[in-house]
């Protein structure tokens, strides 16, 4: 076990004069939000020693890890990356998740972001109405490259502690597009002046994600000097998730995770490298 200090949005920058709850946004392209942050320090438990007496899956407390060797090893070829691992990761997916119909690999969601993300990456409209009608899943599936992740470790958040009232829907603001065709972002996002980098004047909301608002009963586990030869993965979002319709009781919805400090990590660590792959999973 080890300890890390992780920020979270605070609740009360998020409210009106009145006290009313105002929507809060985060832009994509530089480090501002309409929210403010606040700091907690937690203990991290090493999964592999808790995995002796608690149970874990996506479809449990919302992550797993598992050994599995990657042929590519370099990551240094995005042609390569995009030919052989996206396989090696669809390949992984449907070893380790029975019922799997399709895998959709792409380049943090709530309900409503899951949906959009799905009509982006499905070419066909009909093809995409008819999945969503079925279960699906947003999975990133996280791989340290080159030598273990014992620096800045990727700490998650067990399902099973978090609550709704936990998650804060926030709005992500890009950079308004030139006149174009919206299909192909290349080349059309226009940087705002600095000037108006607190305002949302130049920008426009192109999706959304939830921020985490603290809470005591979270628990974070971390898979400790994590090495290439394992990956973790973890549940962005889940259409049949307990809360929504047709929804599981049970059944993760999410994870919540972030990079920590490890106060632990020798001064000589390497730092950390590492490769996510983001997949819709449709059933």
Known sequence: MTTGVFRYIDPASSLGADGSHVKPWSKVDVDQTSFKRTERKRSVINIRDAARSTPFGVDVSGFDVFTSPAKETAFTDDEAVREGYYAEVEELLRKKIPGIKKVQLHVDQTPGAAEVRVRRHIEDPVEAEELIKGRYQIINVWRPIGHAATDFPLAVVDWRTTHPEDLISVDL?????????????????????????????????????????????????????????EVMLIKCFDSRSQGLPGGREGLAGLTPHTAFVDPATPADAKGRQSIEVRCLVFY
């Open 173 to 229: 603001l890009y950079p308004k597009r030139k006149d174009g065709d919206d299909h192909d972002d290349r080349g059309k996002e226009v940087r705002p002046d600095e000037a108006t980098f607190t305002s949302t004047e130049g920008y426009e909301v192109r999706g959304e994600t939830y921020a985490i608002a603290p809470s005591d009963k979270h628990k974070f586990y971390y898979a400790k000097d994590m090495t290439p030869e």
